[in-house]
């Protein structure tokens, strides 16, 4: 089991920066592969950001490559999602996830959620 829970979220104006954290509990940090995911209203939940277990591959949603960032503290048992150059369409409730299965980075194959946190970027 692992428990997730997200934090850092709020309002920001445009162009600004934000960074999310996420801390684990459970099992082992490194054991499992890690992602930010975004749901938008009326729209459907969406992948950003994804790091696989080893912490040496990331990858990125076209929408947010170049601004955001994602990384890990193995010590800290947490992940983060630096957001810069903030967009009003960036505005979400961000979700985090690990045990992700597969390599599409689909919410199918995704094991645990967070309760995920707001981010509200004005124009």
């Known amino acids: 089991q692992v428990q997730l829970v997200e934090s850092g979220g709020g309002l920001v104006q445009a162009g600004g920066s934000l960074r999310l954290s996420c801390a684990a509990s459970?099992?082992?940090?490194?054991?499992?592969?890690k992602a930010w995911f975004r749901q938008a209203p009326g729209k459907e939940r969406e992948f950003v950001a994804g790091?696989?277990?080893?912490?040496?591959?990331?990858y990125y949603a076209d929408s947010v490559k170049g601004r955001f960032i994602i990384s890990g503290d193995n010590a800290k048992n947490t992940v983060y999602l630096q957001m810069n150059s903030l967009k009003p369409e960036d505005t979400a409730v961000y979700y985090c996830?690990?045990?992700?299965?597969?390599?599409?980075?689909?919410?199918?194959?995704?094991?645990?959620w967070g309760k995920g946190t707001l981010v509200t970027v004005s124009s």
């Open positions: 996830a690990g045990d992700i299965r597969g390599s599409d980075w689909s919410t199918g194959y995704v094991s645990y």
């Open positions: 790091m696989r277990r080893s912490g040496a591959e990331t």
């Open positions: 459970g099992r082992t940090f490194s054991t499992y592969n």
